[in-house]
């Protein structure tokens, strides 16, 4: 077992909700950002629904879930501090205390309800049911081991949340969690890249699909490699895993907002900018409307450029994509 007395529980309590609040308080400008890209310029009837419940209990379940910390703090550190037996640093290694119990249990939402919303990405890109046949296995897994997880140290006379049998369905939690987000992003991800592939000789802002694959990417990265620092760090029987815990339930909720916030910006700048192209064609023609009319006796060449635009950039009608398999699409669809 590894020496884990360089962080006792106490110590590891009040830097993982240090690090949390300063996650939150990031999470925090990504939700409004979120809900301005979800929202403006739209009528209630033209709103995503669902993107804005997903957005909105996520960003709930982490403000519960800061707001229980804050208390245990309150609690270990202040009003029992000299009353609970073993100290402070037994209450925040504790794994049967009722504080505890619940945030875990507002945690194991939150990630139910994050995978849940990649593989109903990967299914609204994919449109087949067989595809996320695997995630949708260990999502329900992840769903049972977090129910498992939470209810189990309550029932319980141990203080110890590396005992054997709690530790194997922790460990197993960890790692059905992290396999159905990287399945699922990678799943999401290929497709993505696909339809990249089929539209990149006859669509001139093939770019932008090129850029939201590495949006995507980038999202289930930050995801996973949290995920996997928390097995790790469990694995090792270091309470360095309270702190990582902590630490995914915001950066869960980042994940979420930075794919609806980087796509939203890169679609309000490419609509910028193809305006922009637009607004300097019509002073071009204009100009040359007027020297032509000085200049009536003298030739001009009048350059014409057509701009035909698709809802999916500019491509040839021949080989446009379903509207429906674009990735903005697709996640204000779900």
Known sequence: MVDVQFLPGDKAGLLSTVLESLLYGFSLLMFIATLVILLRGQTWAQVNKPMVIVACCLF??????????????????????????????AFFANPSENTFVFKNAVYGFQTVLGDGVVIYRCYKVWKSLWVIIF??????VTAAGSVYSCTRPASTDTADIFVM??????????????????????????RLYMIHQSVRNSCAGNGRMMGIVMITVDAGALYSMTLLAALITFALKTNGQYVVLDMVTPIISIAFYMVIVRVGIATHNNSRSKRRNRTTSRVQMSCQ???????????????????????????SPEKREDPDDLPMEAYQAV
């Open 60 to 89: 709930i379940l982490s403000t519960i879930h800061l707001a229980v910390d804050i208390s245990r703090l309150n609690i270990g550190l202040i009003l029992d501090r000299d009353t609970y037996p073993g100290g402070p640093a």
């Open 289 to 315: 409307d007027h020297l032509g009319g000085r200049l009536g006796s003298k030739p001009m060449h009048v350059h014409i450029q057509v701009e035909q635009e698709t809802e999916s950039g500019l491509c």
């Open 165 to 190: 049998q709690l530790g194997q369905w922790i460990t197993s939690f960890y790692s059905m969690t992290f396999s159905c987000n990287l399945v699922a992003t990678v799943l999401l991800a290929t």
């Open 135 to 140: 995630p949708c296995m260990l999502w329900i």
